[in-house]
């Protein structure tokens, strides 16, 4: 059985598809291509895929559709292929439930590590010489419980539940905003903060993707999203999960 992490790039351009496989592939990855949105239903039928590379602008259906689709059914981490440069298409592709965004034209090799942190970030990064853990995170490969205010994050196998015992679906980088909240309750976070231990880079002046990913977390957590208890914003300052947590 191969091991090797598989990615799914899901563009139009030949050329691309080409080379950014040929560049993942001497690093290690099972790279798969396919043209647009049928071609990627059958890929994804039939073989496993951990992570999905996907143009926004495609000739039948756009990405934003087919994020939306994936998100009805599965939790592999999406990153967007952009060629649109306004924060309004990257809100968006968030807002579909994308992990990450890179703006075309782009690196291969800051698309390799956008592709190492989302999987470094949804535990899908089999590889040993490429896991780099920190310290404080080792919980979370140990598998803890963590509660607070009646919700219960398992760690170990990625889930939360609610309250009333239900479970909530969570997508990968959800579950890394709740951890890095939860590993710090009661103190405020800035967005640089938070984008940082979440994705590994400061924000932008305009970088909205933390209050977007922030605003979908709540939308899960919260009684009343426009009205949040526990995870506040700080004006000036960031954000402060208002919640005591208990680690078990």
Known sequence: MNTLPHLLIVDDDPDICQLVSQFLEARGFRVSSAANGQAMRLALAASSVDLVILDVMLPDEDGLSLCRELRATSRVPVIFLTAASGETDRVVGLEMGADDYLPKPFSARELLARVRA???????????????????????????????????????????????????????GEYELLFVFLKNPQLVLSRDQLLDDTRGRLAGPFDRSIDVQVGRLRRKIETDPKNPELIKTVRGGGYVLASDVEVN
């Open 118 to 172: 989302v999987l470094r970030r949804t535990g899908d990064m089999r590889e040993p010489a490429e896991v780099e853990l920190r310290e404080d995170a080792e919980p979370a490969r140990r598998g803890r419980l963590m509660v607070f205010s009646g919700w219960r994050l398992d760690t170990g196998h990625r889930t939360l539940t609610s309250p009333d015992g239900v479970l909530v679906e969570l997508s990968g």
